[in-house]
């Protein structure tokens, strides 16, 4: 069945919502190919001008700079990545079956890239995935985190951990460390894809490039980390 899914922002991401103009709808699908080609480093708003035909002046009324663009598509991809934790488990009753769906979804697998039926609105989930990968630690590593914080610029991330943590918790309800354990399969499927990808001696699976491997290894390292203190526990 198809759908689509309107992802809802905060509105200390942006000047004016990109979402109520077609031109401010074309800032951000044309901003992530461009994203996507160049990165962060040489993206500016004169070359995104430049792709639209329009004036750089203009999509400064929607952004106050490239930085916070960046922020609103790496939330952005945040909340509908959420939104498909909860889609895509609503129906499973055992918590391992959605940790393995969620682990799925983590690098992107099994999503279908036609945007009516992964609810994406016109976004193009591929290249906008690469940009998370490349370019989501950039969002906050940043001298101004504590006030892009303090107006819950990062709250999509914050909660789609705390979901994956609920559902760690859901499987072993003992667990001390189940944000920590979620925070850290996230980034570490983007790194490792990263790595794959353009540092493959930081890899086991660089030369094969195959992401069936990336996804065995984030398997192992939930539930190695889940049995291993099931077994502590049992031994106390």
Known sequence: MDYTVHVRMNEHLFLRDPETSELGRKIVREGI???GEIGLE???FRKLADRLGTKEASIYRYFENKHRLLVYLVAWYWRW???????QTNNIQSPQEKL????RLLILKDVSESPSSNGADGIDLKTLHGIVI???SKAYLTRHVT????QQLFKPYKDLCARLAGIILEHQPEYPFARSLASTLIETAHYQAFFMQNLPSLTDFGTTKDDNQLLEFL????FASLEQRKAVLEEL
């Open 33 to 35: 190919a461009l994203f």
């Open 42 to 44: 040489e993206f500016t």
């Open 81 to 87: 990545l959420e939104y498909q934790v909860v889609f």
């Open 100 to 103: 393995e769906r969620v682990l």
């Open 134 to 136: 490349r370019e989501a």
């Open 147 to 150: 006030e892009d914080n303090r």
């Open 219 to 222: 398997r192992h390292l939930l």
